[in-house]
């Protein structure tokens, strides 16, 4: 009896960590989609993967974008690319904290100015359910980090 208790639990673990496993790769396929489509100013297809609150925000970029910046983007030879370096998934599993890397964007100015790329940034980014479903839930642009300048 006990081996067979022993059994059970071993694969009750076995499938919860596969759950965990599913679920963070549920939200990397997210968070990758996402980044890519907005680090290379394609706002229209980073909607999806945004929650419904945080539409505006890329209706918001899309609006700041000048003729000078669409003829730049499509005269450039690669795209932007980025790297997840962390994700950290809340307990209650419907928040996740997101660190990623992003390099070779385009990084829109202030209103009325033409952007400029950027060479490397990180970003911290945050992550909800909505509808069950991982979504990246934007209170603003991305910002990148701020570095320290002591």
Known sequence: MKINLSIIAVCLTLFASCGNNQNESKLEAVVDSFAVHYFNCQYKEAMPFVTNDS??????????????????????????THELDNITIEENDS???????????????????????IDHAAFEMKAVRENGKWKIKMEGLPQSEKKNHD
């Open 55 to 80: 539409q505006k925000w890329l209706y918001y970029a899309a609006s700041q974008m000048h003729q000078v910046d669409i003829d730049t983007l499509h005269a450039q030879t690669e795209g932007a």
């Open 95 to 117: 928040c996740a904290h997101i660190r990623l890397l992003a390099k070779n964007f385009l990084q829109l100015d202030t209103i009325g100015q033409v952007g400029h790329f």
